[in-house]
């Protein structure tokens, strides 16, 4: 919006005084010329009123003068002319002075002593510059409205496309987005339409995905529930009852933790949407982080605190959120070591953690963020599988800190590397 204001100020000010300066000096030329016409006729009536002191004399003369067809010359009194103040101190002290009006020009010619003064009226509309001034005035509006147009064209034909974009967005083109211009007046306008755009996208494939993802992972327990419960009903011996019980029991606890993981995700989603984001000390997290997951595991987590606090912007609780997941996950999928570093550059700090585990296969790496999608080649050691939402979440988190979250292979330990990029505070 500063580019939309400071654009149409630019343009208000170049209409206003560059139309303004140009049609003055135009003005000005064409004033000089006229002037130039009339200069035979103010030599006239400077050589009259210099040769005759005596108002008949003065008459007499000018009544035997002969002047062009539709000039005239005439003795009036000064009484006569409703002059300002200042015009009529001139006229006293003998300086011509020339009068414009919607009948032609007039010029007027007096001494100091004169109750009485000279007209010359010039022929037709010689020396007329009210018909310019009035086609000035005209050209000076058209310039201004034309100026406009032309400022408003582009914004009117980015709102004409981002109209449109909204149109066929609301009818279901959830991939309809706006082509951005860094010269557009509407860039900033443009680039939150796309990014809320992507945003409601993702919510609506992440509501698809839950809704098909929920009702596979309810079916299965569902199921033995029904079937414990009506073998239970049919079953008379108390030991294999109780057997029923405590499957069904298991099955009503893991529905419990799936509908836990939901709404832990739906309240995540929440909490991001107004993130009160403070300056943390990235470094302090991972190693608070690294110190609670080292004290319960037996792998070998290899860390070594940085020298400096690498400030970001974010949300601590939400941070150690993203880092819980993140290391549970390699601690889940290593098969012995996992390293964490961070480093910065330029504009982002990063926070990286790698493992040796199997891996992610680089066809896998866009679809295993999203909820309810495991990796392909499971968990090693035995350990249980999730519901497949933690890197979900860290997806998420990092969407709304801006961050970059990239999946990559770790040459060192062979397993996959977890980057994440945060932007750099300003205070650093």
């Known amino acids: 919006m500063r580019r939309l204001s400071l654009s149409l100020l630019v343009v208000v000010l170049i209409a206003v005084f560059g139309l303004g300066w140009l049609l003055d000096r135009i003005f000005l030329a064409l004033d000089e010329g006229s002037q130039d016409v009339l200069e035979p006729y103010r030599l006239l009536g400077v050589n009259l009123t210099s040769s005759f002191t005596e108002r008949q004399a003065l008459e007499a003369a000018i009544g035997k003068w002969v002047l062009e067809p539709g000039a005239s010359m005439l003795v009036m009194d000064r009484d006569q002319l409703a002059l300002p103040e200042s015009l009529s101190t001139a006229l006293a002290s003998g300086e011509p002075i020339v009068i414009e009006s919607e009948s032609g020009v007039t010029l007027y010619f007096s001494q100091a ?76 306008i443009e680039s939150e339409f796309n ?70 995700y739906a309240r995540l989603d929440q909490g991001l949407s107004n993130p009160n984001t403070q300056i943390v000390s990235l470094s302090a997290l991972v190693d608070e982080r690294v110190r609670v997951f080292g004290q319960n595991t037996d792998r070998t987590l290899k860390w070594q605190l940085p020298g400096k606090d690498f400030p970001v912007a974010a949300h601590p609780s939400y941070v150690e959120m993203l880092l819980n997941n993140l290391l549970q996950n390699a601690l889940a999928y290593s098969g012995q070591s996992v390293n964490v570093s961070i480093e910065s550059d330029r504009t982002r700090t990063w926070v ?18 999203k909820p309810f999608v495991r990796g392909g080649q499971g968990s090693p050691k035995g350990n249980p599988m999730g519901f497949g939402m933690g890197l979900a979440i860290v997806q998420r988190i990092a969407e709304w800190h801006d961050a970059l979250l990239l999946i990559e292979h770790c040459e060192e330990l062979g397993g996959a590397k977890f980057r994440v990029g945060f932007l750099n505070s300003r205070g650093k």
């Open 113 to 188: 002593n004169w109750p009485y003064v000279l007209a010359i009226v010039p022929p037709g509309e010689l020396g007329q510059t009210l018909p310019v001034r009035l086609l000035l005035t005209v050209l000076f509006y058209v310039g201004i409205v034309l100026l406009m147009l032309l400022w408003l064209y582009p914004l009117l034909r980015r709102l004409h496309l981002l109209r449109a974009a909204a149109r066929h967005f609301g009818e279901g083109r959830l991939t309809e987005r706006v082509s951005t211009h860094q010269y557009s007046y509407l860039n900033d």
């Open 195 to 264: 990014r809320m755009a992507s945003r409601i996208q993702g919510l609506v494939s992440d509501n698809k995905l839950l809704s098909n993802a929920v009702s596979h992972d309810l079916r299965t327990p569902l199921a033995r529930l029904r079937f414990g419960v009506d073998a239970l009903s049919e079953e008379d011996d108390a030991e294999r009852a109780t057997d029923y019980l405590a499957r069904i029991s298991t099955d009503l606890l893991e529905m419990e933790k799936l509908v836990e993981v939901l709404l832990n």
């Open 352 to 369: 990286t953690v790698s493992d040796d585990g199997p891996g992610i296969p680089e066809t896998e790496r866009d679809s295993i963020l």
